[in-house]
């Protein structure tokens, strides 16, 4: 089940109509209070979310989201300037899509979520659940900011291979991220700090990007 956060009651029921139209079940809420207490109530498979909202603003809702759940979230918000995106994904988000979107986009990103089937990787103590975005360390889940988680997940999937920062902005980021791609680097720095030990897989290839190098099981 997907739900939509938006406080303007055209938005709500526009995407609800795209939704419904694809046979997903959606649920509604019109500010982040609302949408809080139905998170706490009910298990969603991805929440839609705009930023602007009143009493708890889609950033604050998706900050208190993330101390106690993994669940994908998209911003979907009028908001296109680069310290908003930013921002958004700081706080927790797994993708921003911008008003006025497309459709077809839209359903596209939503059935990349919902259609994912878990598979679950170990390297050693290192254990990642691909649907659930899951990560244990050593038997005990590790919270990592969603940059540095989708940074983790992205070069597992591609074991082996180097990935260039630009590969990995438009993979992780996003293409309409305009950022500086050495923030590549930085999140690279506080994986590798997270990861502890483990932070032997991921390898610096000198000039040219990165790469997970292990062997699963």
């Known amino acids: 089940m997907v739900l939509i956060v938006d406080d303007?009651?055209?938005?709500?029921?526009?995407?609800k109509d795209i939704l419904k139209r694809e046979n997903i079940e959606v649920d509604e809420a019109f500010n982040g209070m609302e949408a809080l207490d139905k998170i706490k109530l009910k298990n969603f498979d991805l929440i839609i979310v705009d930023i602007m909202m009143p009493e708890l603003n889609g950033l604050e809702l998706v900050k208190i989201i993330r101390e106690f759940s993994e669940v994908p979230i998209i911003f979907l918000t009028a908001l296109s300037d680069e310290k908003s995106q930013t921002l958004a994904y700081d706080?927790?988000?797994?993708g921003y899509l911008i008003k006025p979107f497309s459709s077809q986009i839209l359903i596209s990103i939503v059935k990349r979520f919902l259609n994912k089937k878990e598979i679950i990787k170990k390297y050693e103590?290192?254990?990642l659940h691909f649907k659930s975005r899951k990560?244990?360390?050593?038997?005990?889940?590790l919270y990592l900011p969603t940059k540095e988680r989708e940074l983790l997940f992205y070069l597992v999937e591609n074991e082996g291979v180097v990935k260039?920062?630009?590969?990995?902005l438009?993979?992780?980021w996003g293409y309409d991220f305009y950022g500086n791609d050495r923030v590549v680097d930085k999140h690279m720095t506080k994986l590798r700090d997270n990861l502890q030990n483990y932070s032997k897989f991921l390898k610096t290839i000198k000039m040219v990007g990165y790469k997970f190098e292990g062997s699963s099981f």
Do not use: M, P, S, W
Request: aromatic share 4%; no cysteine.
């Open 125 to 127: 103590n290192l254990e």
């Open 170 to 172: 438009n993979a992780v």
């Open 164 to 168: 260039n920062r630009e590969q990995i």
């Open 8 to 15: 303007t009651l055209i938005i709500v029921e526009l995407v």
């Open 91 to 94: 706080y927790g988000a797994d």
């Open 135 to 141: 990560i244990l360390l050593d038997n005990k889940e």
